[in-house]
């Protein structure tokens, strides 16, 4: 078969949507960076692991790659790849030190470093219903790191819309280092509040300048556990952070438009969890602007042509890309890492009829059933995942256990990709 039909049946069969160039951009990374795990391959493909697993499949069956863990090609699939690309060897152009992220801590942060890494490894557990993931301690330190560089932290009113990955404590721990007064308090006691939206009516966030040696920082998170944990954690740092359980689906409340210059959002990745967030974030800088620190995971074409729509009606000019910026203990499907956009807003306001978004379905469950069929990949034991079935969630599968082995790495029926434990 020629090669480009080769491309094309092992696209059909994986149904991909990128066709047969983004088969050929897989074996590239094949070729290129010789991968020494699906995972990292799938990094390097900034594609999802199910999807690079799957076309993993595809070539083994034509005898063109290996069984195992390890992606190693067959002498078949040498030929193979030689035809496509040629003779051409490897140079590894990538920085060693900061391994293409642009970015390094510094030493002078190694106890910064190690503050957080106690605090992030006794976060609440992932709710994988509101899709969220942890971000690495150095994915946070670094986060809060390029801000600062940009200027995003020092003399402003920084907010963060969903904060499990604990950046907020980040930003503090940091700004501490660096001999500021980080986070002065804003607003009362906001203990057993349950939604921003009707709470604390005195709240204010005083003007940009007034204090403008200070960060005030502020959280938004659905999820009461890490709000109070955010809490537990700024008590021990010594700072204050101000705190509130919100849901996105809910407006703001008026007190908190235009209030903050700097928010960070880690979104679900969904086209309407960004893009509701990013409306979101564009009531709480208001009229005046600000900047938008937007981490999502690499989407499919279609949606990321919908997702980048949308952000151009808000109003949003991408001013700076870091693919494969954060990098997370969870989020498997994403090979571990998502990509940090610096966003600022553009002429005018977002469109009134933006700013008036409000969707019932923003979690990747609530648009896409979950579950399925998994196997273990040890005894090879089929269990049915779903809202109906005795493990809801992937995750609840792996905390559980295989039932009959007790195993915690499972494969999704049909692909060759374990999905980890």
């Known amino acids: 078969m020629h090669n480009s039909g080769l491309l094309k049946e092992i696209a059909d069969a994986v149904r991909l949507r990128e066709g047969p160039i983004g088969v050929q951009a897989v074996l590239w990374s ?46 078949k699939g040498e030929e193979l790849l030689r035809n496509i690309f040629g003779a051409s060897s490897s140079l590894n152009s990538q920085c060693p030190i900061c391994e293409g992220q642009g970015l390094v801590i510094p030493g002078g942060l190694d106890c910064v470093l190690e503050q957080f890494r106690e605090f992030c490894s006794r976060r609440p557990e992932c709710d994988v219903r509101l899709d969220q993931s942890h971000g690495t301690p150095e994915s946070g330190i670094r986060r809060a790191l390029l801000a600062i560089e940009k200027g995003l932290i020092l003399g402003r ?26 986070c002065p308090k804003i607003g009362g006691d906001t203990e057993g509040v349950e939604s921003v939206g009707s709470v604390n009516p005195t709240l204010t966030l005083p003007k940009i300048g007034e204090g403008s040696s200070s960060v005030s920082l502020l959280v938004l998170d659905i999820d009461k556990r890490f709000i109070e944990y955010i809490r537990e954690c700024a008590s021990k740092a010594g700072t204050e952070i101000d705190l509130h359980i919100y849901d996105a689906r809910n407006s703001l409340p008026e007190e908190i438009f235009g209030s903050c210059r700097t928010v960070f959002t880690d979104p679900p990745y969904t086209v309407n969890g960004i893009t509701l967030f990013c409306c979101r974030a564009a009531q709480l800088l208001g009229k005046e602007g600000g900047d938008l620190m937007l981490s999502y995971a690499d989407p499919a074409p279609d949606d990321l042509f919908q997702i980048e729509g949308n ?56 648009i896409r059933r979950p579950g399925g ?20 969630t992937i995750a609840d599968l792996k905390k559980n256990g295989c039932p009959e082995c007790g195993g915690n790495t499972f494969r999704k029926y049909g692909e060759t990709g374990p999905l980890g434990s």
């Not at 907020?168 to 280092?177: E, Y």
């Not at 151009?312 to 870091?322: A, H, P």
């Not at 890492?337 to 977002?350: E, I, K, Y």
């Not at 069929?373 to 809801?392: F, N, Q």
């Open 30 to 75: 094949l070729r290129w960076a010789h991968p020494i795990s699906t995972q990292e391959w799938a990094r390097n493909c900034r594609l999802p692991i199910p999807v690079v697993a799957a076309i993993r499949g595809e070539l083994v069956k034509r005898g063109l790659m290996e069984e195992g863990r390890c992606p190693r090609v067959t002498p």
């Open 157 to 182: 009113h920084v907010a963060f819309l969903g904060d499990d990955d604990l950046v907020s404590i980040a930003v503090a721990l940091v700004m501490q280092a660096i001999g500021r007064n980080a």
């Open 311 to 366: 952000l151009n009606r808000q109003g949003w000019i991408t001013v700076d890309l870091r693919p494969g910026f954060n990098r997370y203990e969870g989020s498997s499907i994403h090979a571990h890492q998502s990509n940090l956009r610096h966003l600022r807003p553009g002429a005018g306001v977002p469109h009134e009829k933006e700013m008036d978004l409000c969707y019932s379905s923003l979690y990747t469950g609530e």
């Open 373 to 392: 069929r998994y196997t273990c990949a040890l005894c090879e034991t089929a269990i049915e995942v779903g809202p109906d079935r005795e493990y809801e």
